[in-house]
């Protein structure tokens, strides 16, 4: 069975930084068909991509509003992804989920949250 579980979420000041974790049980990251990463929604807002990784040659996507700020990586026995967060602005709050790209619904984990403040 899938399991993806997202940690790391926390309240920051702007310009903060923060780094998200995503445990993966069921598979493991280097199936090359898949590519993997972070989603997020805000409050009254649809859920978007922030960035992903592919399996097959690890390139990454950006969304244009986190490019230059998240750096998106995984471990070496490719079971957990993570989401390293700097700069952060008030925009950036919000529930931040991975699943596969494009997702897939029976993977969405409980999310972390992550809120921006001062």
């Known amino acids: 069975q899938v399991q993806l579980v997202e940690s790391g979420g926390g309240l920051v000041q702007p310009g903060g930084s923060l780094r998200l974790s995503c445990a993966v049980s069921g598979f493991k990251l280097d199936l090359p068909y898949y590519a993997i990463g972070w989603f997020r929604q805000a409050p009254g807002k649809e859920r978007e991509g922030v960035s992903c990784?592919?399996?097959?040659?690890?390139?990454?996507y950006y969304a244009d509003s986190v490019k230059g700020r998240f750096t998106i990586s995984r471990d070496n026995d490719k079971t957990t992804l993570y989401l390293q967060m700097n700069s952060l602005k008030p925009e950036d709050t919000a529930a931040y989920y991975c699943n596969t790209f494009p997702p897939n619904n029976d993977y969405w984990g409980p999310g972390t949250q992550v809120t921006v403040s001062s």
């Open positions: 990784i592919s399996m097959s040659d690890s390139s990454t």
